[in-house]
Antibody, heavy 117, light 107 residues
Framework: EVKLVESGGGLVQPGRSLKLSCAAS????????MGWVRQAPGKGLEWIGE????????NYTPSLKDKFTISRDNAQNTLYLQMSKLGSEDTAIYYC??????????WGQGVMVTVSS | DIQMTQSPASLSASLGETVTIECLAS??????LAWYQQKPGKSPQLLIY???SLQDGVPSRFSGSESGTQYSLEINSLQSEDAATYFC?????????FGSGTKLEIK
């Protein structure tokens, strides 16, 4: 069974940084692209970016490229999202998802990030 | 960026009815489109990929089609568990983009 478990969320002050993790199990992690998607409260889905199997290709949505960094550790079966210069607009549920040729067939349960002083 | 214009924003239908949700791409996305269902408090679930291929385990009352840059999700024989928000997503070109969502209420 594919399992994706996000962690690292919580309350963070504006301007600070936060790093999310996504622990993967139940599949061969290093065979798949992995992505991050977020959802602000009561809003739609926003694609953040994705990373290929060996981290040689990482794509981001342009508006987040300078503040978010996606990485992975295939030895630890873990995906990461490093977020910096956080603002209130970054308050959202953050999902990691397993890529399947561009669509996402498996999602984590999501982790809440609240940016507030 | 490719814009995905999704409609309607919301709709209400009765049990057993058929509904259609549409997404219009701002340019050709060559069938690189997925549909997701999201229930309140839950993660999105993939229903359809490559515009018309049914994800494993998804009931056959869900179907996808395309006409040019217009993509449609049809749900036949509506059931109570279909109450959810539905999103389309293009994965033809980066950055990938989602439609704004359609909230389906079952009367």
């Amino acid at each position: 069974e594919v399992k994706l478990v996000e962690s690292g969320g919580g309350l963070v002050q504006p301007g600070r940084s936060l790093k999310l993790s996504c622990a993967a199990s139940g599949f061969s992690f290093n065979d798949y692209w992995m992505g991050w998607v977020r959802q602000a409260p009561g809003k739609g889905l926003e694609w953040i970016g994705e990373i290929n199997q060996d981290s040689s290709t990482i794509n981001y949505t342009p508006s987040l490229k300078d503040k978010f960094t996606i990485s992975r550790d295939n030895a630890q079966n873990t995906l990461y999202l490093q977020m910096s210069k956080l603002g209130s607009e970054d308050t959202a549920i953050y999902y990691c998802a397993r890529g399947d040729y561009g669509s996402y067939g498996d999602w984590g349960q999501g982790v809440m990030v609240t940016v507030s002083s | 960026d490719i814009q995905m214009t999704q409609s309607p924003a919301s709709l209400s239908a009765s049990l057993g009815e058929t509904v259609t949700i549409e997404c219009l791409a701002s340019e050709d996305i060559y069938s690189n489109l997925a549909w997701y269902q999201q229930k309140p408090g839950k993660s999105p679930q993939l229903l359809i990929y490559d515009a018309s291929s049914l994800q494993d385990g998804v009931p056959s009352r869900f179907s996808g089609s395309e006409s040019g840059t217009q993509y449609s999700l049809e749900i036949n024989s509506l059931q109570s568990e279909d109450a959810a928000t539905y999103f389309c997503q293009q994965h033809h070109d980066y950055p990938f983009t989602f439609g704004s969502g359609t909230k389906l209420e079952i009367k």
